[in-house]
Nanobody
Framework: QVQVVESGGGLMQPGGSLRLSCAAS????????MAWYRQAPGGQRELVAS???????NYADSVKGRFAISSDNAKNTVYLQMNSLNPEDTAVYYC????????????????WGQGTQVTVSS
């Protein structure tokens, strides 16, 4: 079994910064990719940023230059540094990991975090 736990959301004023963390634990053989998605009220879940091992990154146009995704593979943890936040960034943020599980060969398994609320408001 694999567990995914997020942390770091909260309330921030426009222009501020937050850092989200997502740690995976359990029977992980290796991590294929890590990503952050977000879902605003009434909206669809959208990809914010992703990192594919060994390190290629991808960002939504709306966050390029403001957000940075990084990972610590030794800790099975992915981070999202969010700078210059604006009210349009308000959403529930979810991490998504695709992993190979111990004992399951090369079959990829996706896992989602529980979501963390980010609210940007003055």
């Amino acid at each position: 079994q694999v567990q995914v736990v997020e942390s770091g959301g909260g309330l921030m004023q426009p222009g501020g910064s937050l850092r989200l963390s997502c740690a995976a634990s359990g029977s992980i053989s290796s991590i294929i990719s890590m990503a952050w998605y977000r879902q605003a009220p009434g909206g669809q879940r959208e990809l914010v940023a992703s990192i594919v091992n060994p390190g290629g990154t991808n960002y939504a146009d709306s966050v390029k230059g403001r957000f940075a995704i990084s990972s610590d593979n030794a800790k099975n943890t992915v981070y999202l540094q969010m700078n210059s936040l604006n009210p349009e960034d308000t959403a529930v943020y979810y991490c998504n990991l695709r992993v190979f599980r111990v004992g399951y060969g090369s079959v990829p398994y996706p896992y989602w975090g529980q979501g963390t609320q980010v609210t940007v408001s003055s």
